[in-house]
């Protein structure tokens, strides 16, 4: 204490002044120190009313305490002051008090919401610490008494004591937050790697992602989640995760198709909204990199609570992308070794078949063919009979080379329509049936590279069936973008069956896998057939992207 103030002020209000200064530097809490503060502010300057606003560095008001006013009251008041009027006044340097005995004789004031008590005379005293001010503390009475020279010196003191305080305690809840915001990080770092224990056993690309979504929607505790699988620039698995009222992502993936062509790793937090998909949350967007190169994107929006996303939530989805990159690299891994094998597999079961059973077959239908052209003339039965066997062989011959056809392992590149031709070429070449082939344009760009292969295998499968079954001579093939829709429509004019005896307990492995990929895609399946007329076959899958 300085000998200015000594001299100034009477030794009652020094003592008063020190003890409320030692209550106030005993509080541990941001709010506890501003309510003492502004409790201990009204006896001590006989004030009828107090109050301390703390504002941020572009002087918006963060946080507004007061004294004098009961609760019942306050709750009457429209809203807390927002820092306007004679509460924004203070000299140039920010750092001296302001000072008048009537509030609304000032042009400056801006009245009070209804309600509010009456208040005349005010004191307005910066809280100044270290040379940055940090706040005002406010005092007002309800008459138009002014507040003197040695009240407003007090009031100057007291500020500049508790204006350290509060420093303190903001760099002190400031310490708390982060210390806070750590042990929450760590618990859910713990919990993303306990969760991520279970996944690299899924070596499934679809059922892997859909395990890695779930996690990331829970971590953040989001409404929806959705993971993005890339390759060659081009949608090739898309997962969600969401509750049942939130909307799904592809309602605007023309944006990720722009971002898939540019292969760009999108800027760390994105909080662009998207009203015409009913988007209206932060969302965050995080690219999925292995090797350098962006291999998918995870999209999370629909935060539960006011807040926004956080950079501690950006870093730890960004620690599971790069997870989640590793376990797509070993999905396709696998992918690819279990084609490698299956595809070496068909081929020894092909080989074997042409080289050791066809030629068996074949040696037997040369015998019968010698004993017939050397059996005695005039005997009609026994070379019917010979006639029928070597007719029957020559079709067993024909089935075979089919099923070695089906075996033949069919390698797709991506580019749906080339995929398609050459199937069409080896089967006309093996069956010699007619095929008549219609496909759009722009049919592999309406597609995912997951959908395209869907298509493939289901042209596969259904003329893999013609060939064996129907005993057709004409074949129609179309491929077209119709409503939103890719419709694959496969038709035959062979024997056909009966629908009605097409139980589940029949179908082969041919149909329940073209089921099993419509019901993975949201695609429809379709299959008609009428005795004697034909098969058609309808295959449906929606233009994702």
């Not at 696998?334 to 077959?361: F, N, P």
């Amino acid at each position: 204490m300085n000998s200015t103030l000594t001299s100034a002020l009477p030794n009652e209000w020094l003592v008063d002044l020190m003890e409320a200064v030692l209550v106030v530097s005993e509080q541990r809490t941001l709010t506890a120190i501003l309510q003492q503060i502004v409790d201990l502010a009204r006896p001590l300057l006989q004030a009828d009313y107090a109050a301390v606003g703390l504002y941020s560095a572009t002087n918006q008001m963060q946080m507004f305490v007061y004294s004098g006013i009961a609760s019942e009251a306050a709750g009457r008041i429209s809203h807390s002051p927002v820092g306007l009027g004679l509460l924004a006044i203070m000299d140039e340097d920010g750092k001296r008090p302001f000072s008048i005995s009537r509030i609304a004789d000032d042009p400056r004031a801006v009245g009070f919401p209804p309600y509010h008590p009456p208040m005349n005379a005010l004191l307005a005293v910066p809280l100044v610490a270290h040379g940055v001010s940090v706040g005002r503390l406010y005092l007002t009475r309800e008459s138009d008494i002014p507040f003197s020279a040695q009240e407003q010196m007090l009031a100057t003191h007291f500020a500049a004591h508790v204006a350290i305080t509060i420093h303190n305690g903001r760099l002190l809840e400031a310490a708390q937050q982060e210390q806070h915001a750590m042990s929450m990080q760590n618990c859910r770092l713990h919990k993303l790697s306990d969760e991520l224990l279970a996944v690299p056993s899924l070596l499934d690309l679809r059922t892997a992602m859909a395990a890695t979504c779930a996690i990331a929607r829970q971590i953040l505790d989001v409404t929806y989640g959705a993971v993005l699988v890339m390759t060659d620039r081009r949608l090739e698995t898309f997962v969600e995760d969401k509750d049942d009222d939130a909307v799904s992502l592809p309602l605007w993936l023309e944006t990720l198709r722009e971002i898939g062509r540019a292969n760009m790793a999108l800027p760390m937090q994105i909080v662009t909204r998207f009203p015409a998909a009913s988007f209206t949350d932060d969302t965050l967007f995080v690219p999925i990199l292995a090797e350098g190169q962006v291999v998918g994107y995870y999209f999370l929006t629909g935060r539960t609570g006011d807040d926004g996303f956080t950079n501690a939530d950006y870093e730890l989805i960004e620690m599971l992308a790069a997870h989640t990159a590793v376990i797509i690299q070993n999905a396709h891994a696998y992918e690819e070794v279990s084609r490698l094998a299956i595809t070496e597999e068909r081929a020894r079961i092909g080989m074997d078949l042409h080289d050791g059973v066809i030629q068996s077959i074949y040696a037997v239908g040369l015998i019968l063919e010698s004993a017939r052209m050397s059996a005695p003339d005039g005997v009609v039965e026994s070379d019917q009979l010979m006639v029928q066997a070597i007719a029957e062989l020559n079709g067993t011959i024909r089935d075979i080379r089919n099923f070695i056809l089906d075996l033949r392992p069919h390698r797709f590149d991506g580019n749906l329509k080339q995929a398609l031709a050459r199937l069409v070429r080896e089967f006309q070449a093996n069956t010699m049936i007619a095929v008549a082939v219609d496909i759009g344009v722009t049919l592999t760009e309406s597609l995912s590279s997951e959908a395209s292969l869907a298509v493939f295998l289901t042209t596969q499968e259904a003329l893999a069936n013609i060939a064996r079954h129907a005993r057709a001579t004409e074949v129609t093939l179309s491929a077209r973008r119709l409503a939103g829709m890719v419709v694959l429509r496969i038709t035959d004019n062979g024997h056909g069956f009966d629908m009605q005896t097409l139980s589940q307990t029949t179908v082969g492995h041919g149909l329940s896998n073209m089921r099993s990929r419509t019901e993975e895609l949201r695609g429809e399946l379709e299959i008609k057939s009428v005795l004697g007329e034909g098969t058609a076959v309808s295959f449906r899958l929606p233009c994702l992207i």
